[in-house]
């Protein structure tokens, strides 16, 4: 007791764990990494800058720019992430909100996107960065989460282990920060943040059940939830979990050093109480999230809770294994790699004499769990939010490589007691595994990268574990150990990103870059020239969220945060719009004109249906036509239009008819049917079917083509094909020899423009090959059509009469008026349904409600002028932020009580230093002073 004397008046402890360390370092001159790895915390800075490193060193290898033209782009962060990012960043510069955005399918709530996409504070990082270099800032911090996910994992380690090895810490820190699971997910960028926040989690969840301490446990439970909701929620099922794992896995003295009494209930309502608050801080998320989520996603798929197997046990075991990448597809396997070096000492974790039974099995049950979450589909559906994910599965995996390093980190604490013949024997058994699964050939594991490469690997594990059981080269052969993690984790992290592009591919950064600022000049061009109040949009895309990133208004999005009815209602106006996102396909003056589209961007010459246009001096790629009949954001329109079903009709076009029948209210025809002149077949069979005529082949082996025949009864005018069917297959599209590629594709089930180059009495052959097993066509419904442009501009101009003239506006509110000229005029905007708007007539708020399933529309009962204002904030929104702001008072509030109450029992502590604290003071100390105090406890006796 003497050589470790406790201060008890001035809460000193003389000798902790940490300055134990730095005691036993020898004086003398050291060099810089030599004072960093003797430091008692400083060594933490190789488990970030080392991942850091080799995570680079992987890009460079895959010839990163400016090394090459490779980027970081692939799958959702090239098709939806990046262009969220910046979209974040227009609002950091104030053009742009993040409540509502005009840049998604005619527009939409943008917090929903926020919370799935873009919440966590380090993506703010990306606003420092030039617009011109997006990408590198998305590099930096890919590569910043990486070496977060390290630091947090190895003081995670330092926290917890009894016996501090910082070469060891620096090791496993690596293979959490580069695990299977880290590399393959690293473009799901926000999920990463809770890989980084889960061991500080586990950490102070540990601390929350021993000694009362809240605040790293609400903080980083809170910080999981705010940045991703979606793993947030799984972070709280892990919360759930561990903690009846480590409650009963560890001796009563160990988890409750304080001898609190009814340790088990306090604790657990502790940690139900902090996990409450936690999610409370982060509510504006989480509401905010599931309002967007109620408007269509969780109709998105329709899960089967029957419980089935998802994959054969051995199949998951490959995945344990370097270079095992499968899929990121449906039928992919999870991605549990963390280390071969976790393959040698999870076994060792459960010989070995060192740990109790029931440690041990309550270990062996936690893995156990996980495994069967991944195995049965039931409880993955539950660990997924009760849907099945689209792509990307098991989501969830990096907890087990949690549990399993930080398993194989406490065998490593006790090596030295470990016998060779023991890592010999498991050496043997996974070199026998490894020839097992090469004798059946799995896909995942090739010769060269998965078996091989995994035998070197085990071999080069095998002999530095047994060389450093030898206590007089131990330094030595750390050092190489961490070299050599660093070696193999660089080259599984390689062969994960090889795999990854040849799955799914990682885009150039010419692509990306080339591509936005070449339109960057048109679209600032039209901004500075009209000021008002207009939608937009451009004729040729690189994905369908370009619009976030440009800043334009207009109808092209992607996102898991849809809205179902607006996607449909775009689908039945004639665009290119289904499932979970909508493209600015199949537009022409009567579907652009009613939804207020006013500049069409093309690299085409559109110039034969539009007379005006702007060109930008920094461009000459593209132009920006004008639509001289785009209608504003609402107007008045018959009451008729609630009558219309958006299902009536069986294409587009007389499904336009019959809308612009209802909104001027009398009959139109504005879409001309060009009548079949006659029909011709080609190696092709003809049925009939449920109203539909069926074609299919004669012969499989030839190209089977349908021929439509029709005489041009009208000169220079643009004609549109859309083949009506209720069972729509794709075929490929020829007109007169020109080929249009494909009808009936994701994105060619539209109005597709074939051309104006015919003079009346022409003939127009229209070909569409069979490239499935048959097409079903709708009998008696045309498929050519012309627009009557003098039937179109005689609605247009009747339609013009009543608008609203919008005089200030943000992306979330307006403000204007509107001049009716009848009694009960119905007014409807272009504006997707959503409940958080608030419409106000002359300064009264009104009703407002859903017309064509799908868009505002309200009533004016006076005719004359009248002050229009609309403004969004829904609900779930204002109740989440105060909710959040209520929460996070309440903590403040907590931690204030806390520290008040720790200094009153500090001026209360007896005056005797030698008096061991009991629980209550025993709380005020470092952690490892309380386990200090009890071993003191234990030499008193």
Partial sequence: MDNQNINIENIEITETKDEAVAAEVPTGKKSFFKRLLDSPYLYLSFAFVLPVV???????????????????????????????????????????????????????????????????????????????????????????????????????????????????????????????YCIVQQHNTMWIDCVMWLPLVALGLENLIKYKKFKMFTIFLALSVFSNFYIGYMVCIFVAVYFFYYYFANSAKEINPMGEKYHFISSLSRTVLYSALACGMAMVIILTAYYSLTMGK??????????????????????????????????????????????????????????????????????????????????????????????????????????????????????????????????????????????????????????WLSLLFIGLSLVLLCLFKKSHIRENIAIIMVIFICLETFCNGLSNCLALHDDVYYSKYSSYNNFVSGLRPIVEEIKEQDTSFYRFEKTHHRKTNDNMALGIRGLSNSTSTLNAETIRFLNRMGYASKSHWSKYLGGNLVNDSLLGIKYIISKDDLSHLYEDSITAPDSDRYTAYINPYALSLAYG?????????????????????????????????????????????????????????????????????????????????????????????????????????????????????????????????????????????????????????????????????TQYEINEFTESSFKGTIETTKEAQTIMTTIPYDEGWQVYLDGKKVDYYKTLNALIAFDIEDAGEHTLEMRYMPKAFVIGISCTILCTIVFIGLCVLDSKRKKKKVTALPESTAEVPDADTAELLPDDTSIQIETEKEEDK
């Fill in 298 to 451: 969780t109709t998105f798929s329709n899960p089967n809770f029957a419980p089935a197997s998802k994959f054969d046990f051995i199949d998951l075991l490959t995945k344990f294994f370097p270079a095992s990448y499968d899929t990121v597809r449906p039928e992919g396997w999870p991605f549990v790699y963390c280390g071969v070096l976790t393959l040698f000492l999870v076994p060792v974790f459960f010989i070995s004499k060192k740990f109790s039974a029931r440690e041990k099995i309550l270990a062996g049950a936690f893995i156990i769990f996980f495994v069967l979450s991944f195995s049965l589909s039931t409880a993955d559906l539950v660990w997924h939010g009760f849907q099945r994910p689209n792509w990307l599965n098991y989501r969830y995996s990096f907890m087990l490589c949690f549990f399993l390093l930080v398993l194989a980190h406490k065998a490593f604490d006790g090596i030295e007691k470990i016998s060779s013949n023991i890592f010999i024997g498991i050496a043997a058994a996974l070199t026998g595994f490894l020839f097992f699964i090469q004798k059946f050939e799995y896909e995942n594991m090739d010769d060269f990268e998965g078996i």
């Fill in 637 to 801: 329109v018959n009451s008729k239009v609630n009558e219309v079903d958006m299902e009536e009709f069986d294409t587009p076009m007389l499904q336009l008819n019959a809308l612009v029948g209802a909104l001027i209210g009398e009959e139109i025809e504005i879409f001309v049917p060009v009548e079949i002149d006659d029909t011709s077949m080609n190696n092709m069979e003809e049925s009939y079917i449920a109203g539909h005529y069926k074609y299919y082949p004669k012969n499989t082996s030839s190209d089977a083509v349908l021929y439509y025949h029709f005489d041009v009864p009208v000169s220079d005018t643009e004609y549109y094909f859309y083949l009506p069917s209720d069972y729509q297959r794709e075929v490929g599209l020829k007109v007169d020899g020109v080929d249009f590629e494909t009808f009936g594709a994701n994105e060619t089930t539209r109005i597709i423009p074939i051309g104006s180059a015919y003079t009346e009495g022409d003939e127009m052959k229209i070909s569409l090959k069979i490239k499935q097993n048959e097409i079903y066509v709708m009998t008696n419904v045309p498929c050519l059509y012309y627009i009557d442009m003098s039937a179109f501009k005689y609605a247009i101009k009747k339609l013009a009469e």
């Fill in 54 to 180: 080799v995570m680079y060193l992987i890009y460079l290898a895959m010839e990163i720019h400016p090394f090459g033209d490779g980027s970081v782009l692939v799958l959702d962060l090239n098709g939806q992430y990046v262009y969220f990012f910046e979209a974040l960043r227009n609002f950091v510069k104030g053009d742009a909100s993040l409540l509502y955005s005009f840049s998604r399918a005619l527009g939409g709530e943008f917090m929903g996107i926020y919370a799935y996409y873009i919440a966590s504070p380090i993506s703010y990082i990306l606003c420092l960065f030039p617009e011109e270099r997006m990408l590198e800032g998305l590099l930096c911090m890919f590569l910043l989460k990486t070496g977060g996910c390290g630091l947090t994992f190895g003081y995670y380690l330092h926290k917890t282990s009894k016996k501090l090895n910082q070469y060891s810490i620096i090791c496993f820190s690596l293979l959490y920060a580069l695990s299977a």
